[in-house]
Structures are given as C-alpha cells and as structure tokens.
C-alpha cells in the first residue's frame, strides 16, 4: 500500500453535470496500481495502519494524468513549421516527414522523444496517429508498454491522394488486422482503425476501415477497438472532399454511410461542423476531439463549444502535435478558453480540466479505468508545483478558491509545472528539484 499526502483535485460527471471533488489536505491510498480510497487527510489516516510510510507534496496539487485524445507521433520533428494552411502543411512537412517512419530505428527513436515531452507535460493517456508504416506502430506501442502506459494508436490508412511512399493500397486491411491482433489488449493498449481523413481514402478503403471496426465489435470499456480520423478542419478540406465525394449529404456522411461513426469513433477538430453533421453526430454517439492550437496556428478556425451543450456532444481537447504547437494540455486549455470566448462562451475552469482529464477518458471509452481518482481506478497522476515559477507562485497566493487557482494554472501553466508523474502507482517522471518529501 502507497499514501501519498496533498492537496488533491479530479473532475467527476454525474447525471450528465461536471462536478469535482477537491481535498485540501487530502490522502490517496494506492495498491496494486488502483485507487483503494481517496479523502481528507483527518478522515482517512485513522484506517491505516501506523508507520505506512507516507509520500507527502507540500506546495502541490496531485491531480489526474492528462488525457490527450489526438495527435501525430511522427510529426514530433515537424511542429512549429511555418504553413500557409493544412494541405500545403501537409504536403510540404508531414508527408514527407512521415515517410522516414518507414525505418523502424527511427520510428523507434522518435517515439521516445514524443513519449518524453508527454510526460513532461504531465500526460498519461493519448490517443495518436502513426504513419502507414506497421513499422512506426510497433515503435509507438513498444513504448508506450516500456513506459507502463494506457495509450491508444493506429496505422494511418491512405491510398490515394499522398506520396507513393505513404499509400496503403491492397495492404491497409491485412496490415492493420495484424497489427490490432499483435497490440489491442496487449497490457494497456488499444488499437484505433486509423483512415487520415476522406480525401487520402478511396471508398473501397473506408469499407475495409467499416469491416475491420465490425469484426472487432464494442467491447467493454477500456478494451474497445477505436476508431480515428479528422472532420471539417478547414474550409480547402471541406471543398475538396465535396469534389471527391459528391453523393454525400456532408463530410460526416462520408463516414457515416460507410459505417465508420458510432461511439467508438472519435473525429478531429469538426471546426465548421454544420448543425445537421452534429445533429448526426449525436445520434450515432460519435465523439469530438477539440484542437485550438492547431486550429489557430494553420487557421482553420474558431471551434464553437456552444454546439457541445445544444447538441449533446461527447467531447475533450486535444494537442493535435504537430499541426499543434504545444504539448502541454496547459496550454491547450488556455487556447480553448480564448477560441470559446470569441464565440461569446465562458468557459469555466472547471470545465476546461474535465476536457483534459475524465472527458478525455469518456471520448476514448476508458473512464472506467482512468481520468480521474475514484475508487478502484488506475493510480495514473500527477504533481503540480504551485512555486514553480516566481509569477505563478506569486499570483496563486494571491487566489480567494479553487476556481481561481484553477483558471491561473490553466493560464500561465506548462510543463514546468509538472513535478512528478505516476502510472498505476509507480513514479515515471521527477522534475530536478520537486517538493517531495518521503516519510
Ligand atoms: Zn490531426
């Protein structure tokens, strides 16, 4: 049995209302990697046995493991690249950059520094695109089970519309059914049915993509099969897929008439989702993954979190490296915050952290096991440094409550902010200079 002694904050969702659960002088109780009891301090001591060795952060919020439910391992190399919008970006920096995932070493050692500014960052859980190669999904799920982590991922699928050396065609479907029989449900793992988007897929392509999802039906949370892919990013997107596909209703049809949709299915962005595409969206129980970096940084647009709420919508944030630039969900929040409010939405602090935590989970259907701290979930967390900067540690002593403390870490937070991370209760990351205190 591990106790660790702080402050300590999660999101919780009940009855379809975010809620939280925060102890000021707080004690969780950690065995086997699970969750056994969280509370007060003054409550819970009294249950333990005397002399457990208590690990105590002073000066600290321990909280939940980010969950970032999309983004690209193999553009590690190409974030903060200068593009004049998606598909130039794409042609000029990702494609070409994804093709050297064709050799495994490299896939390998570019793996390693993605999983390491992750953790940096304070994230435990991501959901990624790998490239076409079977190569770079092996690099990305050998990692991730080095470093003990619950992560999802996919071989991308393209056979059309990219360089030679990234399409698929006639291999897509042999190639991913191995490799969802070699990593989904190995430990940690899950596997996402990967096509990029519809222009890149022909309609064959996406059949085998449906046939593939239905032979691997929905499972219990946390060991569903996923699905991933990107939705109305930008309006040059939006136009060409009308070209490609001109019998559909919209963009989300595509995918919806051939059977890719459903509550496994997670889409990137849908920054210029019409009403009838949410509508849809809703009805299927597809979920979305919210990029605001990236969509200011290509200038794709202003994602409207009002549609969220009237449309009944599952849905987190995400860092969509490298079309994002940042790896800290820190600053995707600040970024969410800022888009929200140019469409007239508040958004609460509160609601921010649950985008980034228990949202996170529910969009990749993992809530059972991680996203916040409740009982009998994986000990997944992180410590935050409330002195570690001198303007943070000035501005937070300065905080009235929560919400405030909250909206100023969400604010001026990154990674420096991040002192220790856990996985199912082993210590995975240190910051030189932490606030621990064994005892
Ligand atoms: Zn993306």
């Known amino acids: 049995m591990k106790l660790y002694r702080s402050a300590i ?16 002088d707080g004690l969780m109780l950690v065995d086997n990697g699970r969750v056994v009891d969280i509370g007060d301090y003054s409550r819970l001591i009294e249950s333990v046995d005397v002399g457990a060795p208590i690990t105590q952060f002073k000066d600290s919020i321990l909280m939940p493991g980010f969950v970032d439910s999309h983004l690209h391992y193999p553009q590690y190399n190409v974030i903060a690249s200068y593009g004049q919008n ?14 050297r995932f064709s050799n495994g070493e ?22 990624a695109f790998c490239t076409t190669h079977k190569l770079s999904v092996d690099a990305f799920f050998s990692i991730s089970k080095e470093r003990k982590m619950r992560m999802a991922g996919g071989k991308v699928l393209m056979d059309r519309n990219a360089p030679v050396g990234l399409l698929d065609i006639d291999s897509a479907y042999k190639d991913s ?45 946390c060991k569903g099969v ?35 949709t459903g509550t496994n299915s997670v889409f990137a962005h849908c920054v210029h989702n019409t009403d009838d595409e949410y509508m849809r969206m809703s009805d299927t129980g ?23 709420h009237k449309y009944n919508i599952k849905a987190s944030l995400s860092s ?17 915050y800022k888009v929200a409010k140019l469409n007239g939405y508040d958004m609460s602090p509160f609601e921010a952290f649950y985008l980034t935590t228990l949202g996170g989970a529910k969009v990749l ?75």
């Open 9 to 24: 904050f999660y999101c919780t969702k009940k009855s379809g209302v975010v809620d939280h659960s925060y102890f000021e």
């Open 86 to 99: 998606l598909l130039e970006w794409l042609n000029t920096f990702t494609f070409p950059e994804e093709e």
């Open 106 to 127: 490299y896939a390998y050692e570019v793996g390693n520094l993605f999983f390491d500014e992750l953790i940096r960052n304070g994230t435990t859980t991501a959901m």
């Open 177 to 221: 059914k191995e490799m969802i029989e070699k990593w989904h449900n190995n430990g940690r793992l899950s596997y996402a049915i990967t096509p990029r988007f519809a222009p890149t897929s022909t309609t064959n392509q996406l059949d085998e993509a449906a046939k593939l999802l239905a032979e691997y039906p929905n499972s219990s949370n």
């Open 226 to 260: 996923m699905m991933q892919s990107h939705l109305n990013e930008s309006s040059e997107e939006i136009g060409w897929v009308k070209k490609l596909y001109p019998d559909y209703r919209n963009y989300f049809d595509v995918y919806d008439s051939h059977k890719l």
């Open 286 to 308: 597809s979920s979305v993954s919210i990029c605001p970096n990236s969509n200011l940084f290509l200038g794709s647009g202003l994602f409207r979190f009002d549609k969220l």
């Open 320 to 336: 969509d490296i490298g079309g994002g630039d940042s790896f800290s969900m820190f600053n995707v929040m600040n970024q969410a």
């Open 365 to 439: 259907n993992m809530d059972d096991c991680i996203g916040s701290l409740e009982k009998n979930k994986e000990a997944d967390f992180i410590v935050l440094d409330l002195k570690a900067t001198p303007l943070i540690s000035n501005r937070i002593d300065r905080v009235k409550n929560l919400e405030q403390l909250l909206f100023c870490l969400m604010t001026l937070g990154d990674d420096r902010l991040v002192s220790e991370v856990y996985t199912m209760g082993e210590c995975i990351y240190k910051k030189n200079g932490g606030t621990e205190d064994y005892g």
